[in-house]
């Protein structure tokens, strides 16, 4: 059984930083593309940075220049370190990752999901 489980949401006010991490764990063979999406209330979930295994990284354009992806391939983690964040930067995040579990097919798994509050 494979989980991602996030942590590091909370409020912030604008301008302000936060750091979000998630790990992986369970039986794991490898993990490909890491991501990190988002979801506002009454809105779609939206993609706001992926990661490759190698390090290559993307980003949506609403996010670039203030977040940075990066990953800890030993220990089955990505982080977001957000800057300068904006009250439209608020909704529910959630990370994502394509996982190989020993003895099975490669497929996606999400995690639970952490709130961040920008807000003065």
């Known amino acids: 059984q494979v989980q991602l489980v996030e942590s590091g949401g909370g409020l912030v006010q604008p301008g302000g930083s936060l750091r979000l991490s998630c790990a992986a764990s369970g039986s794991i063979f490898s993990i490909g593309a890491m991501s990190w999406y988002r979801q506002a209330p009454g809105k779609q979930r939206d993609l706001v940075a992926r990661?490759?295994?190698?390090?290559?990284?993307n980003y949506a354009d609403s996010v670039k220049g203030r977040f940075t992806i990066s990953r800890d391939n030993a220990k089955n983690a990505v982080y977001l370190q957000m800057n300068s964040l904006k009250p439209e930067d608020t909704a529910v995040y959630y990370c994502?990752?394509?996982?190989?579990?020993?003895?099975?097919?490669?497929?996606?798994?999400w995690g639970q999901g952490t709130q961040v509050t920008v807000s003065s």
């Open positions: 994502y990752a394509l996982v190989t579990p020993r003895f099975a097919d490669q497929r996606a798994y």
């Open positions: 990661i490759s295994r190698d390090g290559n990284s």
